[in-house]
């Protein structure tokens, strides 16, 4: 079997919480369609309420620290998690952190950016540049360049994490499912997670993949966020295997994802079918998912259940990645789907 565990133990992490994360199943909401249905808990761990984006982290803001970062700099949308758990880890460890955001300041603080203020965190509008569906990298090297010009000498990373490096925490997260799917004796499991950048995604594929694991993925674009996104998550799963050892090629075309159909209008902006999800899961599990991401690929996934695409077998796992801080800036949810 591939060592996985020495060939991670080579590259510095910072325990940001305990692991594994709990695999849990969801007998309500799995009621009424007939499918087994299982949600495993990284909306838990971590600092600052915590995220999936603490996996990532935990080996990002590592390298930061031995590479003597005094500044971090980080983007995102206006309520991204990623951003708020960069803010809060860098302050753990004594970092300044930085986070730009291509938006008008807004009028009030809500959500994520309430808590990036209460964590003071150096935040920075910039209304202008980066709308549309652009290139990650190119995002990237304009973020690098405004940084540059106005915080200085700083420790990037790229919005929700998107490395090689810092997607290694879901290979080990890939591993942990593994295990826990071989100890519950599951078969036919499919673990659903939504797509924003894509990190995620790739770091699954690549852990599995490594670990010839029979769990498949389906990753759910919750944003229309980048063009060439497939292509780009092959890419990453191939560069996060050869930092281990393994040199392995992944295609655009054998990338799982379904784009755009459970996106809503845009991203940021929550969808009628992404609120009605988190409201049902509320109600059937006392669960809260977030209107930007996790609702919209639960919308998704209850949708794709409702079209007999799993088998009646079939035990799909629901990758609950976090969020739930968004709740806070979208009280009209209450009230749309």
């Not at 591993?175 to 939504?194: F, M, P």
């Not at 029979?214 to 560069?239: F, H, S």
């Not at 902006?269 to 609702?295: H, K, M, Q, W």
């Not at 794709?304 to 801080?325: C, E, M, W, Y």
């Amino acid at each position: 079997m591939f060592d996985l565990h020495n060939r991670l133990a080579k590259f510095p992490r910072r325990a940001l919480a305990n692991y594994p994360t709990p695999l849990e199943p969801m007998p309500h909401l799995a009621a009424p369609t007939g499918s087994a249905i299982w949600i495993k808990r990284d909306d838990g761990i971590g600092p600052a309420m915590g995220g999936n984006k603490a996996r990532k982290l935990e080996f990002l803001m590592a390298d930061a620290v031995q590479r003597g970062a005094r500044k971090v700099v980080t983007f995102g949308g206006l309520q991204s998690n990623h951003a708020r758990m960069t803010a809060a880890v860098a302050r753990q460890i004594g970092i300044e952190p930085h986070i730009f955001y291509f938006a008008k300041r807004p009028r009030e603080m809500t959500g994520n950016l309430l808590l990036n203020a209460i964590l003071d965190a150096k935040m920075h509008f910039i209304p202008f540049g980066g709308a549309g569906r652009n290139d990650l990298q190119f995002t990237n090297r304009l973020v690098r360049l405004l940084a540059r010009m106005i915080v200085g000498n700083a420790y990037f990373i790229p919005v929700g994490g998107h490395t090689a490096l810092g997607c290694l925490g879901y290979v080990i997260g890939a591993a942990e499912i593994h295990a826990q799917v071989q100890s519950l004796g599951l078969r036919e499991v499919t673990i659903v997670t939504a797509v924003g950048t894509g990190g995620t995604l790739a770091g699954l594929l690549a852990g599995f993949a490594l670990l010839d694991s029979p769990v498949r993925v389906l990753g759910i674009d919750i944003g229309k966020l980048w063009t060439n996104c497939p292509a780009d998550i092959a890419r990453l799963a191939g560069e996060i295997c050869a930092m281990l050892g393994d040199r392995r090629a992944f295609t655009a075309r054998a990338v799982p994802i379904i784009e755009d159909r459970y996106c809503g209008d845009v991203y940021g902006v929550p969808s009628p079918a992404g609120n009605a999800a988190l409201r049902r899961v509320a109600e059937c599990e006392g669960i809260f998912l977030d209107p930007i991401y996790t609702g919209k690929a639960m919308a998704g996934l209850l949708d794709l259940i409702a079209q007999g695409k799993f088998a009646r077998d079939a035990n799909v796992i629901f990758l609950h990645t976090g969020g739930s801080p968004g709740l806070f800036a979208f009280p009209e949810i209450i009230g749309r789907g």
